[in-house]
């Protein structure tokens, strides 16, 4: 599935201003009545009814509409609703690729085994973001990326639009080159002047031609043109690091102390590294005393996701560097440089 808001910066905005809701409304650069320079960075749907459109000049949107209402751009507000609806969408996928600020594909494998059910599960996921975050969104639902992708753009706005992969050709074969994903103007003006004018031209098209002009592209080009895509959905890695800590209740010098924590606390971030199913590469340990100094030790191991690696590297750091004089206040375990790929398991370093 792929997801997309509908036109997001306005509809964020209509969220705290309902008296917009049913005027033409413009996010953007401020039109200075004609006189601005900047963009439209988007309008909602009764603004487009004019010709209003992405990317278009305001002073343009402002020739077209005077009347329309113009609102200043303010990310941080956006990326506080992205955020909300991601979150959302994301308790619903096996694995979860945001690609934009309002965008994301949703990979289902396990959870539906067929259309039918895939729809029902998209309906879900509109209507939790809906009801969550109070944003309307559309929801395209194919076999790949690509198709899920132009699904939505045909789905749009509000709604939920299924392509079958065995429909794929039919779906695409009328639409425009540049509605293609992939393929900008310069693209479609090249591939008009050889001849083909329409998506189900490309994908019939003479593939040493598209070789000769294109490279590999060409290839590529044509292979979406016919709705295939092997891309894989790629998880995000928004966690940059996992760690844990524990502030005793009485400052402490004591050695089995401080070591019966970093084993707690190591113990913990496992747990996490391994749910997330991660693995790490960098243990920090970091040692608060009573007098608010701080000493922060890392060392770089091999890529593990095991309890063992960890705690013995954090025992390991805290033994070499901990002073042996201050009374320890706070003590925390971290990993960082995580990654996907799994540790090298125990057994494989002997082969
Ligand atoms: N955006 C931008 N610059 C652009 C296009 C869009 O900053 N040239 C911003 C504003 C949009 C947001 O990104 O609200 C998402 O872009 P989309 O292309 O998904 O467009 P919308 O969400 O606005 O509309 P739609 O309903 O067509 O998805
Ligand atoms: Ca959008
Ligand atoms: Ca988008």
């Keep these: 599935m792929l997801i997309d808001m509908d036109y997001f910066f306005v509809a964020c905005e209509e969220l705290r201003r309902p008296e917009i809701k049913d005027k033409p409304t413009i996010v953007g650069f401020d039109p200075k009545q004609g006189e601005g320079r900047g963009v439209v960075m988007t309008c909602n749907y009764l603004a487009r009814k004019f010709g209003i459109r992405s990317g278009m000049p305001i002073s343009t949107a402002y020739r077209i509409k005077p009347d329309a209402v113009y609102l200043p751009i303010d990310y941080d507000y956006y990326e506080k609703m992205s955020r909300e609806a991601m979150g959302v969408a994301k308790r619903y996928a096996d694995r979860f690729e945001q690609v934009s600020i309002d965008e994301a594909y949703i990979e289902l494998s396990r959870k539906s085994i067929d259309y039918d059910s895939a729809v029902e599960y998209a309906k879900k996921i509109k209507e939790s973001i809906n009801k969550e975050t109070g944003l309307p969104c559309t929801i395209g639902v194919s076999s790949n990326k690509l198709l899920a992708k132009m699904a939505c753009e045909a789905g749009k706005p509000d709604g939920i ?51 000769e002009k294109f490279g590999s592209y060409g290839v590529e080009m044509q292979k979406s043109a016919n709705g295939i895509d092997e891309s894989k959905v790629e998880e995000n890695y928004e966690v940059k690091s996992i760690g844990r800590e524990k502030t005793f209740e009485r400052d402490t010098t004591e050695r089995t102390v401080a070591l019966a ?49 960890l705690a013995s590297t ?15 206040r706070k003590i925390g375990v971290r990993v960082s440089d995580l990654g996907k790929e799994k540790g090298q398991k125990k057994i494989n370093s002997f082969v």
């Design 161 to 211: 639009k299924l392509v079958k992969e065995e429909e794929a050709k039919e779906f695409l074969k009328g639409k425009d080159l540049d509605d293609l994903y992939g393929i900008g103007r310069k693209t479609k003006e090249k591939l008009e002047a050889m001849g083909y004018k329409t998506v189900g031209d490309l994908a019939k098209a003479n593939t040493m031609e598209l070789m």
């Design 261 to 309: 924590a970093i084993r707690e606390l190591s113990n913990e971030v496992i747990k996490e590294v391994q749910k997330a199913e991660l693995s790490f590469k960098v243990v920090t340990v970091k040692m608060r005393y009573a007098d608010f100094t701080e000493h922060l030790k890392s060392r770089s191991i091999r890529r593990s996701d095991q309890y063992d690696d």
């Design 314 to 328: 954090a025992t390991d750091l805290y033994s070499k560097y901990a002073s042996r004089v201050k009374r320890i």
